[in-house]
Protein backbone atom coordinates (compact mmCIF):
# COMPACT_ATOMS: atom_id res chain seq x y z
CA UNK A 1 0.00 0.00 0.00
CA UNK A 2 1.46 3.28 -0.65
CA UNK A 3 2.33 5.70 2.04
CA UNK A 4 0.26 9.05 2.28
CA UNK A 5 1.17 10.01 5.90
CA UNK A 6 4.79 10.81 5.89
CA UNK A 7 7.19 12.42 8.00
CA UNK A 8 10.67 13.54 5.82
CA UNK A 9 13.29 14.20 8.04
CA UNK A 10 16.92 15.28 7.24
CA UNK A 11 19.37 18.43 7.99
CA UNK A 12 18.97 21.17 6.66
CA UNK A 13 20.35 21.55 3.11
CA UNK A 14 19.85 17.48 2.53
CA UNK A 15 17.43 18.34 -0.49
CA UNK A 16 14.21 17.87 1.87
CA UNK A 17 12.45 20.87 0.34
CA UNK A 18 13.08 19.93 -3.40
CA UNK A 19 12.34 15.93 -2.56
CA UNK A 20 9.11 16.98 -1.01
CA UNK A 21 7.74 19.46 -3.60
CA UNK A 22 7.88 16.37 -6.00
CA UNK A 23 6.48 13.86 -4.26
CA UNK A 24 3.70 15.53 -3.05
CA UNK A 25 2.96 16.10 -6.16
CA UNK A 26 2.37 12.86 -7.40
CA UNK A 27 0.80 11.38 -4.13
CA UNK A 28 -1.16 14.75 -4.24
CA UNK A 29 -1.24 15.52 -0.78
CA UNK A 30 -0.54 18.73 0.76
CA UNK A 31 3.44 19.32 1.50
CA UNK A 32 3.19 20.86 5.31
CA UNK A 33 6.58 23.14 5.79
CA UNK A 34 6.86 24.33 9.03
CA UNK A 35 9.89 26.46 8.11
CA UNK A 36 7.45 27.72 4.99
CA UNK A 37 4.84 28.38 7.49
CA UNK A 38 6.36 30.23 9.85
CA UNK A 39 8.60 32.38 6.60
CA UNK A 40 5.13 33.15 4.76
CA UNK A 41 3.83 34.67 8.46
CA UNK A 42 7.07 36.28 9.27
CA UNK A 43 6.57 38.11 5.60
CA UNK A 44 2.43 38.93 6.33
CA UNK A 45 3.93 39.84 10.18
CA UNK A 46 0.69 37.97 11.62
CA UNK A 47 1.32 37.32 15.35
CA UNK A 48 3.08 33.98 14.59
CA UNK A 49 5.67 35.72 12.40
CA UNK A 50 6.08 38.22 15.03
CA UNK A 51 6.73 35.44 17.93
CA UNK A 52 8.74 33.48 15.49
CA UNK A 53 10.90 35.93 13.86
CA UNK A 54 13.79 36.13 16.64
CA UNK A 55 13.97 32.34 16.91
CA UNK A 56 14.17 31.93 12.96
CA UNK A 57 16.79 34.39 12.68
CA UNK A 58 19.11 32.90 15.81
CA UNK A 59 18.89 29.54 13.91
CA UNK A 60 16.84 28.49 17.21
CA UNK A 61 14.01 26.31 17.59
CA UNK A 62 10.33 27.82 17.91
CA UNK A 63 8.97 26.66 21.02
CA UNK A 64 7.10 23.39 20.75
CA UNK A 65 4.14 24.47 22.12
CA UNK A 66 3.83 27.18 19.18
CA UNK A 67 5.05 24.69 16.39
CA UNK A 68 2.41 21.79 17.50
CA UNK A 69 0.00 24.46 17.27
CA UNK A 70 0.92 25.13 13.30
CA UNK A 71 0.67 21.48 12.83
CA UNK A 72 -2.62 20.29 14.23
CA UNK A 73 -4.28 23.47 12.35
CA UNK A 74 -2.61 22.04 8.77
CA UNK A 75 -3.75 18.69 9.48
CA UNK A 76 -7.21 19.25 10.41
CA UNK A 77 -7.62 21.80 7.11
CA UNK A 78 -9.73 19.14 4.42
CA UNK A 79 -7.05 19.29 2.10
CA UNK A 80 -5.09 16.87 4.15
CA UNK A 81 -7.85 13.88 5.07
CA UNK A 82 -6.44 11.69 2.24
CA UNK A 83 -2.49 12.16 3.90
CA UNK A 84 0.01 14.48 3.91
CA UNK A 85 4.10 15.33 3.65
CA UNK A 86 5.60 16.47 7.02
CA UNK A 87 8.72 18.62 5.80
CA UNK A 88 10.69 19.98 9.10
CA UNK A 89 8.38 18.61 11.91
CA UNK A 90 9.17 16.94 14.16
CA UNK A 91 12.20 18.09 15.19
CA UNK A 92 11.69 17.52 19.01
CA UNK A 93 10.76 14.07 20.58
CA UNK A 94 7.99 16.38 22.49
CA UNK A 95 6.63 17.67 18.97
CA UNK A 96 6.90 13.62 17.62
CA UNK A 97 4.89 12.77 20.94
CA UNK A 98 2.79 15.90 20.21
CA UNK A 99 1.73 13.96 16.75
CA UNK A 100 1.42 10.71 17.39
CA UNK A 101 -1.36 12.08 20.13
CA UNK A 102 -3.28 13.87 17.32
CA UNK A 103 -2.63 11.15 14.96
CA UNK A 104 -3.23 7.73 17.03
CA UNK A 105 -1.01 4.81 17.01
CA UNK A 106 -1.66 3.85 13.37
CA UNK A 107 -1.62 8.07 12.02
CA UNK A 108 1.93 7.74 10.80
CA UNK A 109 2.94 5.65 7.33
CA UNK A 110 6.42 6.21 7.87
CA UNK A 111 9.38 8.79 8.47
CA UNK A 112 12.22 9.35 5.88
CA UNK A 113 15.33 10.30 6.64
CA UNK A 114 17.57 11.58 3.77
CA UNK A 115 21.00 11.80 5.44
CA UNK A 116 23.66 13.63 4.00
CA UNK A 117 26.95 14.45 5.93
CA UNK A 118 27.11 17.66 7.50
CA UNK A 119 30.20 18.65 5.68
CA UNK A 120 27.84 18.28 2.13
CA UNK A 121 25.37 20.03 3.69
CA UNK A 122 27.39 22.93 4.92
CA UNK A 123 28.85 23.54 1.39
CA UNK A 124 25.26 23.78 0.52
CA UNK A 125 23.69 26.36 2.46
CA UNK A 126 26.54 28.34 2.58
CA UNK A 127 25.50 28.76 -1.43
CA UNK A 128 22.22 28.50 -1.22
CA UNK A 129 20.40 31.79 -2.56
CA UNK A 130 16.31 31.73 -2.63
CA UNK A 131 14.13 33.93 -4.71
CA UNK A 132 11.70 35.70 -1.77
CA UNK A 133 8.66 35.91 -4.39
CA UNK A 134 8.48 32.33 -5.86
CA UNK A 135 10.96 29.79 -3.97
CA UNK A 136 13.42 28.90 -6.90
CA UNK A 137 16.66 28.14 -5.12
CA UNK A 138 19.84 28.00 -6.45
CA UNK A 139 23.34 27.63 -6.10
CA UNK A 140 26.14 30.98 -6.17
CA UNK A 141 28.79 30.46 -3.85
CA UNK A 142 30.30 33.72 -5.07
CA UNK A 143 27.56 36.23 -4.66
CA UNK A 144 24.88 37.15 -1.86
CA UNK A 145 21.88 37.36 -4.30
CA UNK A 146 21.24 36.72 -8.29
CA UNK A 147 18.63 37.23 -10.42
CA UNK A 148 15.94 35.10 -9.90
CA UNK A 149 15.27 32.95 -13.29
CA UNK A 150 11.96 31.78 -12.67
CA UNK A 151 10.36 35.08 -11.89
CA UNK A 152 12.81 37.85 -12.60
CA UNK A 153 13.09 38.73 -9.00
CA UNK A 154 15.85 38.57 -6.56
CA UNK A 155 17.33 35.27 -5.15
CA UNK A 156 19.52 36.32 -1.86
CA UNK A 157 20.95 34.28 1.04
CA UNK A 158 18.30 33.76 3.81
CA UNK A 159 18.24 35.47 6.66
CA UNK A 160 19.18 32.21 8.54
CA UNK A 161 21.92 30.73 6.04
CA UNK A 162 24.63 32.99 7.50
CA UNK A 163 27.35 30.99 8.96
CA UNK A 164 26.69 31.42 13.03
CA UNK A 165 22.99 30.52 11.81
CA UNK A 166 24.00 27.06 9.89
CA UNK A 167 26.22 26.22 12.53
CA UNK A 168 23.39 26.47 15.21
CA UNK A 169 20.93 24.57 13.16
CA UNK A 170 23.02 22.06 12.41
CA UNK A 171 24.12 21.63 16.02
CA UNK A 172 20.25 22.05 17.13
CA UNK A 173 19.28 18.88 14.55
CA UNK A 174 22.11 16.69 15.25
CA UNK A 175 21.27 17.13 19.63
CA UNK A 176 17.78 16.83 18.83
CA UNK A 177 17.13 14.80 15.31
CA UNK A 178 19.08 12.12 16.88
CA UNK A 179 17.21 11.33 19.94
CA UNK A 180 14.02 11.08 17.44
CA UNK A 181 15.65 9.15 14.54
CA UNK A 182 15.89 6.09 17.46
CA UNK A 183 12.22 6.97 18.84
CA UNK A 184 10.77 6.26 14.91
CA UNK A 185 13.02 3.02 14.80
CA UNK A 186 11.92 1.99 17.76
CA UNK A 187 8.29 2.28 16.97
CA UNK A 188 9.08 0.29 13.31
CA UNK A 189 8.84 4.01 11.32
CA UNK A 190 12.14 4.66 10.25
CA UNK A 191 13.16 4.76 6.70
CA UNK A 192 16.50 5.91 5.92
CA UNK A 193 17.59 7.17 2.61
CA UNK A 194 21.28 7.96 1.27
CA UNK A 195 20.81 11.78 -0.15
CA UNK A 196 24.65 12.15 -1.10
CA UNK A 197 23.52 11.01 -4.63
CA UNK A 198 21.61 13.47 -7.66
CA UNK A 199 18.30 14.34 -6.79
CA UNK A 200 16.38 11.78 -8.90
CA UNK A 201 18.56 8.83 -7.67
CA UNK A 202 17.20 10.18 -4.27
CA UNK A 203 13.70 10.27 -5.47
CA UNK A 204 13.69 7.11 -7.24
CA UNK A 205 14.65 5.67 -3.51
CA UNK A 206 12.17 7.44 -1.75
CA UNK A 207 9.24 6.79 -4.51
CA UNK A 208 10.15 2.75 -4.30
CA UNK A 209 9.86 3.85 -0.37
CA UNK A 210 6.57 5.10 -0.07
CA UNK A 211 4.94 2.33 -2.08
CA UNK A 212 6.12 0.31 0.43
CA UNK A 213 9.33 -2.25 -0.70
CA UNK A 214 11.33 -1.98 2.41
CA UNK A 215 10.64 0.33 5.24
CA UNK A 216 14.50 -0.04 6.98
CA UNK A 217 13.96 0.44 10.98
CA UNK A 218 16.61 1.08 13.59
CA UNK A 219 19.06 3.41 13.73
CA UNK A 220 22.22 3.52 12.34
P1 LIG B 1 13.62 25.05 8.03
O1 LIG B 1 13.23 25.80 6.80
O2 LIG B 1 12.90 23.75 8.20
O3 LIG B 1 15.11 24.92 8.18
O4 LIG B 1 13.12 25.94 9.28
C1 LIG B 1 13.59 27.25 9.45
C2 LIG B 1 13.43 27.68 10.89
O5 LIG B 1 12.04 27.63 11.26
C3 LIG B 1 14.13 26.79 11.91
O6 LIG B 1 15.51 27.10 12.06
C4 LIG B 1 13.32 27.09 13.18
O7 LIG B 1 13.65 28.36 13.70
C5 LIG B 1 11.91 27.17 12.62
N1 LIG B 1 11.25 25.85 12.60
C6 LIG B 1 10.81 25.15 11.51
N2 LIG B 1 10.26 23.98 11.87
C7 LIG B 1 10.34 23.92 13.22
C8 LIG B 1 9.98 22.95 14.20
N3 LIG B 1 9.40 21.79 13.85
N4 LIG B 1 10.23 23.24 15.51
C9 LIG B 1 10.78 24.41 15.88
N5 LIG B 1 11.18 25.35 15.01
C10 LIG B 1 10.97 25.12 13.68
Redesign the pocket.
Known amino acids: MTARRLVVLGR ?1 GAG ?2 TQCVRLAADLAVPHV ?7 AAVRQRTNLGLE ?1 KR ?2 D ?7 E ?2 VGV ?1 REKLAEPVARNGWLL ?6 LP ?1 AEALLDVLGDDGLDVAIDIDVPNDVVVARLSSRRVCESCGWVTSAPDALSVDCAECGGIASR ?1 S ?1 DTPE ?1 IAR ?1 LA ?1 YDEEVGPLQAWFADRGLLARVDGNLSPDEVYATIRRLVQGDSVVSGAA
Open positions: QKGSTGDVLRAFIAGDLVPDVIVDGFPRTQRDARH
